[in-house]
């Protein structure tokens, strides 16, 4: 049988660089991958603040937001194919942080198991009118790319159906005088006329309620109050000549 060979000494050396190359570069790739995610979350809130303050998505240029962003084309490249991509992710990065505002009022107000439904609208208005006016910009700037192209596949309507499925099982409980069915066929439309009359404010604000107005949520509360037949509350809504909320 014949005899291993000794490895030689440059060899021995090589592997053990090889590695030592290895080691160190697992030792470096989750700094690098922590700074990616950095400029990544860095590049999202640059181009969130720049949607906000034009409102128009077409005015958003790359070089602008990497600019804002202190990072780079590279980087961006290194993430995104386009322009189109990283709003597009954007947009989902937004959704996603409205859907778990509404998923944690869930879990932790008892409300949304015990009532009543008055509390419950409430609770699902705030929640609406936040998220539209945190996100103006962005969520105008996608109502106008989406309406424009009549597209089908609509971030913004699959998250928003999602939100749906998060809150009419609640509010449906609670109106016991008529069939389930029935019930969460209406709180469906009453969160249908909600939303339309938000998006409609949003891209173009017709008046008398604008979305900035201390107003707004209670007209809506009572609108969609009314139309589920539940008993509205002792105190008026807020008169017309509303005063605005500080952004």
């Known amino acids: 049988m014949p005899t291993p060979t000794k490895p ?21 790739r989750p700094p690098l991958q922590s ?35 202190g990072t780079s084309i590279g980087a961006f490249y290194g ?10 992710y954007v947009l989902e990065v937004a959704l996603r942080e409205a859907e778990d505002v509404m998923q944690r009022s869930i879990d932790e107000e008892p409300v949304w198991q015990a ?7 409430e609770r699902i208005i705030s929640g609406y009118v936040g998220q539209f006016r945190l996100n103006r910009g ?14 089908r596949d609509n971030p ?10 998060l809150v009419v099982p609640s509010l449906a409980a609670q109106l016991g005088d008529r069939p389930q069915d029935t019930a969460e066929f209406e709180v469906r439309a ?17 008046g008398p309620l604008h979305l900035d107005d201390d107003a707004l949520a209670p007209h809506l509360n009572r609108m969609m109050v009314r139309y589920l037949g539940l008993p509205e509350a002792v105190a008026p809504v807020a008169s017309a000549a509303p005063r605005r909320s500080k952004r």
Do not use: W
């Open 79 to 88: 993430r995104f194919k386009d322009k189109e991509a990283f709003l597009g």
């Open 8 to 28: 030689s000494t440059r060899s021995v050396t090589a592997s053990r660089a090889r590695s030592a190359k290895r080691g160190a570069e697992e030792v470096v």
């Open 35 to 69: 700074r990616s995610e950095k400029s990544l979350e860095k590049m999202v809130a640059a181009c969130r603040a720049l949607a906000e303050e034009r409102g128009n998505l077409d005015d958003i240029s790359l070089n602008e937001t990497v600019a804002r962003a």
């Open 156 to 165: 913004m309507r699959d998250a928003n159906r999602r939100i749906y499925g």
């Open 190 to 206: 009453a969160l249908q006329f909600m939303v339309g009359t938000l998006a409609n404010i949003l891209l173009n604000d017709p």
């Open 115 to 121: 009532g009543p439904a008055q509390a419950i609208v």
């Open 138 to 151: 962005l969520f105008r700037g996608f109502l106008r790319h989406y309406s424009a192209r009549d597209a």
